[in-house]
């Protein structure tokens, strides 16, 4: 009994130089969009072989978690994945991994642990561009009239971004419009007149917003009218963008039947900028 109880002291002390003289010093060194890297320290011959790694959005869910059995040959390690038959080689005493299928823009924590010793880095991974909003609309709101030009209120609503919308910080909201404009100089010229107004919103704005526009109001030509709204992250970078165009006429208080494939027409563009 008393050779067992000396064993055990043995076995508890050997398990405690391990967690005091084997730190991991998790470092950070790269974070995208979809993964992350990291290194520790792989110690020596006398700290624990298993060594954890996990990446967590929440203490529930696990998005990314490998448990590795390091071994030292000829004085250097290298530990066998669960998750692939390809090893990780600690060079310079220095282990280093590749996480994968994260989020973009998204929160997690990054741990390691070996033994009793656990370090952990929160994280939040990179931005990609997010899509185009579901739909866009827009309607023709309180006109105020002028001798020949309407100075009209516009609504225009859309749906929120479906793709990556944790990238989401905002939405840009451009409206244009093409009024004819005539000029009496040396005979009667008829010109093109246009005019862009841009407003950038927060997302806990209702996805509504309201412009201003002069609208020629003395012709009975049809203007043409172009919205677009795209989504904004927190780098400023601009999503994809839904654009509607449209016509309206000149003497009419009231943007045309959106139904009328003649008057209207809703395309969604594939470039970003």
Known sequence: MFLLCLACLA??????????NCPLNLKLTKILSRSVSLTWDAGDSTCNQSVSVSVSSSPLVSEWAETLICIEKEGMF????????DPVICMNNTCEMTSAA?????????????GAQVQSEMITTDEETPGPPSSVGMQEIAPVTSTSWDRKNF?????SVSQLPQCVEGYRVSLRFCNPRSLYSNGYVKQE??????????TDADNIVHMEMWIQSDLSDISEYEVSVQ??????RLGKAEIVRGFINGNEESLLDPNN???ITTTTTTKSK
Do not use: F, M
Request: with cysteine; glycine share 0%.
């Open 11 to 20: 076995i508890t002390e050997a398990a405690n130089y391990a967690d005091t």
């Open 78 to 85: 290298s530990c066998l994945p669960s998750l692939s038959w």
């Open 102 to 114: 994260l989020l973009p823009c998204t929160r997690y924590r990054v741990e390691v642990r070996r």
């Open 155 to 159: 609504s225009v609503n859309w749906a």
């Open 193 to 202: 007149y246009c005019d862009t107004a841009n407003e950038d919103v927060d």
């Open 231 to 236: 989504a904004i992250t927190k780098k400023r």
């Open 261 to 263: 494939p003649i008057s």
